[in-house]
């Protein structure tokens, strides 16, 4: 059974970056159907999308953040990883990593989440 | 502001019918498929629908979907306590690079 397992700091300074990683486990991350991707959602708000690489190392990111977001990926240790530069408090969120299938033709969703992680920004 | 538009909260009583609209654009639910989300009070979300209209395994058939242009729609047969939580539709969006759009999600009560 695939799992997904985000682990990072809980608290992030504002200006600071955030950095979070995605473990994989029960399959490979280097499989070539899907794309790994990470997700947001603010306190009692809801889910937005920041964006998703594949094992190659090709990324789609969200127009919204494009210009404050990395997100990398390392086979070897099948995990990827998240940066989110320039944190302010908007940035305070329950961030999750997700499995989905190749866009624009994807068929199955995002059908496999991590337990999600709360990173909060404040000094 | 979410790219695709939900109502924020809907209601039901046990064993009722009830439905959870999501409607957006040519450049996502007009082109692609819609998918649903069923997140529980302080869960992952969780994979409800997918390709329009497809459960997963494990999904009980009460949830069903549809679409239909631009839009599309959530119902829940035979309403369950359980049924309480947040449902969100998402879509790809074929507008710049691509991107994941999702609805700003439905608060579900049941009465």
């Known amino acids: 059974q695939l799992q997904l397992q985000e682990s990072g700091p809980g608290l992030v300074k504002p200006s600071e970056t955030l950095s979070l990683t995605c473990t994989v486990s029960g399959g490979s991350i280097s499989s070539s159907s899907y794309y790994w991707g990470w997700i947001r959602q603010p306190p009692g708000k809801g889910l937005e999308w920041i964006g998703s690489i594949y094992y190659s190392g090709s990324t789609y990111y969200n127009p919204s953040l494009k210009s404050r977001v990395t997100i990398s990926v390392d086979t070897s240790k099948n995990q990827f990883s998240l940066k989110l530069s320039s944190v302010t408090a908007a940035d305070t969120a329950v961030y999750y990593c997700?499995?989905?299938?190749?866009?624009?033709?994807?068929?199955?969703?995002?059908?496999?989440w991590g337990q999600g992680t709360l990173v909060t920004v404040s000094s | 502001q979410s790219v695709l538009t939900q109502p924020p909260s809907a209601s039901g009583t046990p064993g009722q019918r009830v439905t959870i609209s999501c409607s957006g654009s040519?450049?996502?639910?007009?082109?692609?498929?819609v998918y649903w989300y069923q997140q529980l009070p302080g869960t992952a979300p969780k994979l409800l629908i997918y390709r329009n209209n497809q459960r997963p395994s494990g999904v009980p058939d009460r949830f069903s979907g549809s679409k239909s242009g631009t839009s599309a729609s959530l119902a829940i047969s035979g309403l369950r306590s359980e049924d309480e939580a947040d449902y969100y539709c998402a879509a790809w969006d074929d507008s710049l690079s691509g991107l994941w759009v999702f609805g700003g999600g439905t608060k579900l009560t049941v009465l």
């Open positions: 040519s450049s996502n639910i007009g082109s692609n498929y």
């Open positions: 997700a499995r989905h299938d190749n866009p624009p033709a994807t068929v199955a969703g995002f059908d496999y």
